[in-house]
């Protein structure tokens, strides 16, 4: 699974969140601030192939922020910075 895309960024209301995926799965979004404590988590499904989700940040405090997926059927890990003005 990775992580293929976050628009717009610096973002101020939603992020769209492009994800590669290998396998039809359920997957975990986290979204971590830059010391590494854990803001917001969302389960999403994924289909095989290119996949979008939309993600509301317009309650996060501006500054920098890490979005990750967690797969645990393919056990990665994949991570993109996200800038909330």
Do not use: C
Request: net charge positive.
């Amino acid at each position: 699974i990775k992580l293929t895309g976050l628009y717009p960024n610096p973002a101020t209301e939603e992020v769209t969140i492009s994800i590669d995926a290998p396998s039809a799965e359920r997957i975990t979004l986290v979204v971590t601030d830059i010391y590494g404590k854990q803001i917001m988590q969302q389960n999403i499904t994924v289909e095989v192939g290119s996949n979008n989700t939309k993600l509301n940040v317009g309650r996060l405090s501006s500054g920098i922020y890490l979005i990750q997926l967690r797969s645990t059927k393919t056990n990665t890990n994949s991570v993109l910075k996200l800038v909330k003005h």
